[in-house]
């Protein structure tokens, strides 16, 4: 079985969460699946939210992609990228007196991950096929046009699927999928809910408690697979 490598990279990155005041918006501390397949829909030139219509379901990039299988390594220590606030004027449709709204955004610092895509449909090649010819429809970015995404080092790899028992889990990772052993001391543990998919009836997020972590697996609910030494997860 393969899989789809590639370095994904940038300066900033925003990765909008919805429930926020009107004056801070915060980020999501890692690049998300929806996120991940809004690039994918950026290269395959699919349309996205504003090219919707009233009898569609999903945005076409997610109506396409959304059987995807991902997997993402942050390569950060403890998986941690650094964050900081920014402050700038946004004059367009302000309510405000003046004219003139003052916006807070939380911004990742150089985030850096390590993407797996499983070649297993028509779309997973199509968007190899691209990556590899270093095409791009449109342009992509990390959350918001501000901030580009740069994507290197695009290879194909064998995956092999493995017991990871006694062992690390290199990816995120769905935490109701995996027994870790207590005992066992581990020196970090990284956990946020993010988003997986969208609601058809809505558009809004569907969620999962993921983690990232130097902790042991004892037990495993879902397949892990090995890949250059390393075990990941596809969801």
Known sequence: ??????????KHAF???PAVNSYYYFTYAQIHKVALLGIFGAILGYDGYQQMQKEDRFPEFYERLQALKVSVIPCVKNGIFLKKVQTFNNSIGSLEQGGNLIVQEQWLEKPEW??????????SEKLAEMLEKKQSIYIPYLGKNDHSADILEVERVEVETTDPAGQRIDSLFPEESFLMDELEAYSFKYRETLP????????????????????????????????????????
């Open 1 to 10: 079985m393969q899989a789809l490598k590639f370095r994904l990279k940038g």
């Open 196 to 235: 997986v998919g969208l609601k058809e009836e809505t558009n809004h997020y569907e969620y999962r408690k993921f983690a990232f972590s130097d902790e042991i697996v004892e037990e495993a609910k879902q397949t892990v697979f090995q890949v250059q030494g390393k075990n990941i997860i596809f969801y």
């Open 114 to 123: 390590l993407i797996y895509v499983l070649l297993d449909c028509e779309e």
């Open 15 to 17: 990765f909008k969460i």
